[in-house]
């Protein structure tokens, strides 16, 4: 089947220490991005990934590291997570930059 | 960058009626896409209209696009109370290389 799966669904963390989200896709797109919803703000994205080893930052990209070494991986990295990185997470995934949007089940996290 | 902005931001209706909701934008783009999001859940991609496209239409859904206007909407025919969800547009914008921008959504309510 195809899909973007992420893990964990949940988290809740405490202020400082690191986390990874995992992101992967079974489909061969090459584009893959992360955004993140927060009520009011609607979906931002924080940074994408064209193909691999070619990352670009979005439009929210503070805080957050990514990497791309192979095509269906994506994880999203919070090397010092701080409350106001409270959101919930997708991970998306498409053919190409502007073509049908694959998302993830989302990450809720919780930085206390 | 930019963002659709849909219309109304919350809508309920009965079910069987039609819900209308709509995106307005700001510069030229290369296609417009509509997706629906359940309650915390990923996004899922409904419908694509380029911008040589007027009309789609996609079993009860039929999307207009008015590039003069810079302008889409959404039609769903005869709701379900399976409809409710929140709706989004998200443009592509024929700038280059930029990300799709997604709206912040309509909230569509549909009572039994």
């Known amino acids: 089947e195809a899909q973007v799966t992420q893990n964990p669904r949940y988290l809740i963390t405490v202020t400082g220490k690191k986390l990874t989200v995992t992101c992967s896709q079974n489909m061969n797109h090459e584009y893959m991005s992360w955004y993140r919803q927060d009520p009011g703000l609607g979906l931002r994205q924080i940074y994408y990934?064209?193909?691999?080893?070619?990352?670009d930052k979005g439009d929210v990209p503070e805080g957050y590291k990514v990497s791309r070494k192979e095509k269906r991986n994506f994880p999203l990295i919070l090397e010092s997570p701080s409350p106001n990185q409270t959101s919930l997470y997708f991970c998306?995934?498409?053919?190409?930059?502007?073509?049908?949007?694959?998302f993830g089940p989302g990450t809720r996290l919780t930085v206390t | 960058s930019q963002q659709g902005e849909e219309d109304p931001q919350a809508l309920s209706i009965q079910e069987g009626e039609n819900a209308t909701m709509n995106c307005s934008y700001k510069?030229?783009?290369?296609?417009l896409q509509w997706y629906r999001q359940n309650s915390g859940r990923g996004l899922v991609h409904l419908i694509l209209?380029?911008?040589?496209?007027r009309e789609k239409h996609s079993g009860r859904l039929r999307v207009t696009l008015d590039t003069s206007k810079k302008s889409s909407s959404l039609l769903i025919t005869a709701s379900r109370a399976a409809d409710t969800a929140s709706y989004f547009c998200a443009t592509d914008e024929n700038s280059g290389n930029t990300p799709l921008v997604f709206g912040k959504g309509t909230r569509l309510s549909v009572i039994a």
């Open positions: 990934s064209m193909n691999v080893e070619v990352t």
């Open positions: 510069t030229s783009i290369n296609n």
């Open positions: 998306a995934s498409s053919f190409y930059r502007a073509s049908e949007q694959y």
């Open positions: 209209i380029r911008s040589n496209e």
